[in-house]
């Protein structure tokens, strides 16, 4: 197992959470059963510390699912930008019921994590110095291929870039309700387009 800690300029107040999974998990009438996943990375940014846990394909399933779990219990309550991906993920891999909080201030079509971290970008609500780098682009789908090359380094980086740019949705959630709120009914975004074809 590798475990990685960047210290950051920038501190989160809270406990934010991230993983990366191994495999497909949509089902064939195209829902996706996340207690299936098959946890892999395990990202967690709390104040200005991001701890990693990188899971080598010579690590036996006890000790992987050991050293999560010591890691998870370790943490207050932990907000994360999927309550159902983190949340699924962790009862069906680790049979921890966790408690966790939504960072999406909103959800609907194109509300996803790279366009409501770009819309922050564009309106210069995230300096142009503070946005992380990513060798994946922001395309989680290629962490099934770097994980299976074993370029981990590739995909700490890439939980890193996540997590991160969670961090500026999570402190950034009442801009987004202020600027959009003729455009949110009941935590559901109702613009005439998908969320980041607005601009």
Avoid at 45 to 68: A, H, R, V
Avoid at 141 to 148: E, G, S
Wanted: hydrophobic share 40%; charged share 30%.
């Amino acid at each position: 197992m590798l475990r990685k800690e960047f210290k950051t300029e920038i501190i989160s107040p809270v406990a934010i959470c991230d993983v990366e999974i191994s495999n497909d998990i949509v089902q064939p009438d195209g829902s996706w059963d996340y207690t299936k996943s098959d946890i892999i990375t395990l990202g967690i940014f709390y104040g200005n510390k991001i701890t990693i846990l990188q899971k080598e394909k010579t690590d036996s399933l006890d000790f992987w699912k050991n050293c999560l779990r010591r890691e998870l219990e370790s943490m207050p309550v932990m907000f994360c930008l999927n309550v159902r991906m983190e949340k699924g993920a962790v009862i069906g891999f680790l049979g921890m019921n966790r408690f966790f909080e939504e960072i999406l201030p909103f959800v609907g079509k194109g509300c996803a994590k790279e366009n409501l971290f770009k819309d922050l970008v564009k309106n210069n609500e995230v300096e142009k110095c503070l946005i992380p780098e990513d060798p994946l682009k922001g395309k989680s789908v290629l962490v099934l291929d770097k994980y299976a090359e074993n370029k981990y380094e590739e995909v700490i980086l890439h939980n890193k870039s996540c997590l991160i740019k969670e961090y500026f949705i999570f402190m950034k959630r009442f801009w987004f309700l202020e600027k959009y709120k003729d455009k949110i009914n009941k935590g559901w975004w109702n613009g005439e387009k998908p969320f980041g074809e607005h601009y």
